[in-house]
Structures are given as structure tokens and as C-alpha cells.
């Protein structure tokens, strides 16, 4: 399947934690990236690999997997964490096929 | 720092062909990587389109792959996207990041993105 599925939208506390999943066939072979995006900004990558932030990203983001699902789990949310979050991976036929998910909208409560 | 930044034309009209560069500084694209394109239709989520190799060879995204021609540039740091007879479905934000992948896949950083709107 070349598809990866996220919940549309999730909620959260101010200052609780939340999970961010992303399903699809691909993550059992491959491990998902997460990018946040705000509104009229591009993409910014949050987590790549199996748990790696890039340079200036906050440790309250953190990344895991099994089986089929991914999750980018968010400890502490912030406001200004609100902003759509997606999953991206290699397609698992093999082929060099990239895909995203359908983006989650966080909405810090 | 590595910097992407798009341009071209920001309206096309139905049926012609669709075309942007991305300009790379801070680093040099003959050294590696992979270059890819993707797009963000109005208030929707976000679609690869495809990517090139720094030695020229090419993926394109199965459901655009008839329409759609990348093409890298070297001596000018830069890489190029054409996708042909575009409708008003191909409205959209169009980004070019730099992509790692191997086992995992991954784009950054990414420009700023260009809006191209598909209209007569």
C-alpha cells in the first residue's frame, strides 16, 4: 500500500502530553518522518529516523514506531506547538514512490 | 546554511506547461543528495511530485509521472520542475527541499514555496 493515514484532527491540554500517529504497510519497513507546518509557512522537519530532531527543534518532540504505525509524541505541549503535523515515508513496493499523510491539525486547548 | 528558494511564473493557464526552479545555496548539489518537489494544494495536505539525484537520475510520483519532467542544473546550483497540461487541479503551493532516503525518507530544509494558480 502506498498509503499513510493520520487521524484529521487531535486535541490537547496545555502543558499535557499527546501522541500523533500515522498508519500505513511502508512503516513496517521503513521508518516515517514529521514535519509541522503553521498556517501560510512551509514544512518544517521535526523528527527523521528511528528518533532524531533536527538542529532547534525542542526535546518535547519525540518519535517511535511499531509494527504499522508511527507516532510523533509531544511531551508538554506548548501553544505554540498548535500548527498541522505530518507523516512521510518511502511507498513499501519498493520502487523509489514517497508519500505523505493526510496531515493531523493539533489544536492546543 | 543550505537555502532553497523557488520561482517562476505564479499563473498558468489550462493546458500549458507548468515551470519552477529551485535555487540552492550553501551547498553544492554536484556534492550529493537527492532534490525533490512537492506541493500543497489551497487548504489541503501535501503531495510528492517527484525527485533527482545529484547525477541526474529521476522518481516521479506514479499519478503524475505522464506530465511531469525533472530536470538539475549543476553549473548553476539549481533544479528545475515542468509538469504539462495542467488543469486547475494543479493549483497548489509548490515546494523543492532537499531529501535524504535510504531506509527512511526524509526533506530538509525546504523553501519557502511559490503559489501557482491554474487559471485562464
Known amino acids: 500500500s502506498s498509503e499513510l493515514t493520520q487521524d484529521p484532527a487531535v486535541s490537547v491540554a496545555l502543558g499535557q502530553t499527546v501522541r500523533i500517529t500515522c498508519q500505513g504497510d511502508?512503516?513496517?519497513?521503513?521508518?516515517a518522518s514529521w514535519y509541522q507546518q503553521k498556517p501560510g509557512q512551509a514544512p518544517v522537519l521535526v523528527i527523521y529516523?528511528?528518533?532524531n530532531r533536527p538542529s532547534g527543534i525542542p526535546d518535547r518532540f519525540s518519535g517511535s514506531s511499531s509494527g504499522n504505525t508511527a507516532s510523533l509524541t509531544i511531551t508538554g505541549a506548548q501553544a505554540e506547538d498548535e500548527a498541522d503535523y505530518y507523516c512521510?515515508?518511502?511507498?513499501?513496493?519498493?520502487?523509489?514512490?514517497?508519500?505523505f499523510g493526510g496531515g493531523t491539525k493539533l489544536t492546543v486547548l | 546554511q543550505v537555502q532553497l528558494q523557488e520561482s517562476g511564473p505564479g499563473l498558468v493557464k489550462p493546458s500549458e506547461t507548468l515551470s519552477l526552479t529551485c535555487a540552492v545555496s550553501?551547498?553544492?548539489?554536484?556534492?550529493?543528495?537527492?532534490w525533490g518537489w512537492i506541493r500543497q494544494p489551497p487548504g489541503k495536505g501535501l503531495e510528492w511530485i517527484g525527485s533527482?539525484?545529484?547525477?541526474?537520475?529521476?522518481y516521479y510520483n506514479p499519478s503524475l509521472k505522464s506530465r511531469v519532467t525533472i530536470s538539475v542544473d549543476t553549473s548553476k546550483n539549481q533544479f528545475s520542475l515542468k509538469l504539462s497540461s495542467v488543469t486547475a487541479a494543479d493549483t497548489a503551493v509548490y515546494y523543492c527541499?532537499?531529501?535524504?532516503?535510504?531506509?527512511?525518507?526524509?526533506?530538509?530544509?525546504w523553501g519557502q514555496g511559490t503559489l501557482v494558480t491554474v487559471s485562464s
Open positions: 533527482i539525484y545529484h547525477s541526474g537520475s529521476t
Open positions: 512521510n515515508s518511502r511507498d513499501s513496493s519498493g520502487n523509489f514512490v514517497v508519500v
Open positions: 527541499a532537499r531529501q535524504t532516503t535510504n531506509q527512511q525518507n526524509w526533506f530538509d530544509p
Open positions: 550553501g551547498y553544492s548539489i554536484s556534492s550529493g543528495y537527492y
Open positions: 511502508s512503516l513496517r519497513s521503513y521508518y
Open positions: 529516523g528511528k528518533n
